[in-house]
């Protein structure tokens, strides 16, 4: 093989002016690293095959990439998810063509654990309907004190997930004194005690958390966790926040809990049908705080990934594994490794 090294954006990462979405994307280091020529597709959703025919690496935004965006002659070696939920990829598919798929867990993991607190504060401190009081006048500033916040001191933080984001949650907050625990059948046990995070069965989450927190993928085992049986476990006083996927709450059942009161509220950075039907009744509740999917969305977060992602597709272009790989059993392959011998010998190790 010979030529460039051809790295492609999806077509979402621009605006339809051609200007970027999200400016603190900063490609300059693939513009300017040598041997590379970046392209932009088309806006599609799906990728389709014929885009990425003649493409090396493709940094991927929300669009999906599907067993049907595979060439089968190309010579595509890496997806760069930009975020870290990979839901939108088809892994198999990829790995059977021989494809990795890196992901950003660096460029994610503080902004993420940063707005599960941000609803944390918000739902304990009152903050929606403090804010609405303080515009009232004299008339809001009397109802002050029917609207008391919740101290967090002593009070039990569960997670479901202890991975990369609920790990830095518990990282964060440790020094409002609060109780930690988590659930999480992968959970690495001595990062756990590190944090001062007792690990419990996932129902005790849910019995015993004043705060529930979840951070754990969306997969088929974890679709609808967080189901009507869990929720009726939650004492009345506690709080529920998702900042995963929206699917990993039924939230039909959510619905009825939060219109019965029988929670104390919810933060939901993530809805199972995103934008939500307008006529959606969650969204005329006042004991919900909700953000369009975009809560870590700050400066940071995307310089953040997109480093992390033009390092991913540099390592490659250099023969080098990416640090973040979800399907490392490529990674082991001969076609792998033969390809891997290739873009050395092209551009350098
Ligand atoms: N709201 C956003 O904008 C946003 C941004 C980034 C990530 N996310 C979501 O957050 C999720 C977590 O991200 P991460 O970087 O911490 O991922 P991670 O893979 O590092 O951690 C996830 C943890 O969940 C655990 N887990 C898997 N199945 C579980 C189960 N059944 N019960 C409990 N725990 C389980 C895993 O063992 C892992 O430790 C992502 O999958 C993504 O969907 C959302």
Request: aromatic share 6%.
């Amino acid at each position: 093989m010979s030529g460039p090294f051809r790295v492609a954006l999806s077509g979402d990462f621009r605006k339809p002016d051609g200007s970027p979405v999200y400016p603190d994307f900063d490609l300059t280091p693939l513009k300017e690293a040598p041997g590379v020529e970046m392209v932009f597709l088309e806006r599609s959703n799906p990728i389709e095959a014929a885009q990425v025919a003649d493409i090396d690496a493709l940094i991927l935004l929300t669009a999906r990439f599907g067993r049907e965006s595979i060439h089968p002659n190309g010579r595509l070696a890496l997806v760069a998810r930009f975020g870290v939920g990979y839901d939108t990829v088809d892994v198999e598919a990829l790995t059977e063509a021989g494809v990795v798929l890196a992901i950003t867990p660096d460029g994610v993991r503080r902004p993420v654990a940063v707005s599960i607190v941000t609803l944390l504060l918000a739902l304990t401190g009152k903050l929606m309907v403090k804010d609405r009081l303080a515009r009232e006048g004299p008339a809001g500033f009397a109802r002050r004190g029917d609207h008391m916040g919740v101290g967090l001191v002593g009070r039990t933080l569960g997670s479901v997930g202890i991975g990369n984001i609920g790990a830095e949650l518990f990282r964060l907050l440790k020094p409002f004194d609060m109780r930690f625990i988590a659930h999480d059948p992968y959970a690495d046990a001595k990062l756990a005690a590190e944090l001062g995070v007792e690990l419990v069965g996932l129902e005790d989450v849910f019995r015993r958390g004043d705060f529930v927190s979840i951070s754990c993928p969306l997969t088929p085992e974890t679709r609808h966790l967080v189901n009507a049986e869990r929720l009726a476990l939650m004492k009345p006083t506690a709080y529920l926040i998702n900042t995963s996927r929206g699917p990993v709450v039924d939230q039909k059942a959510l619905t009825r809990v939060l219109q019965a009161r029988r929670i104390a509220g919810a933060g939901l950075d993530v809805l199972e049908q995103e934008p939500p039907d307008p006529a959606d009744p969650i969204l005329t509740l006042d004991n919900v705080i909700l953000a369009p999917h975009a809560l870590c969305w700050t400066d940071q977060c995307f310089a953040g990934n997109g480093a992390a992602d033009v390092k991913a597709v540099l390592d490659v272009q250099h023969g080098r594994e990416p640090r973040v790989v979800v399907n490392r059993p490529v990674l082991a392959t001969e076609g792998w490794k033969r390809r891997m011998e290739d873009y050395r010998r092209r551009f350098g190790d």
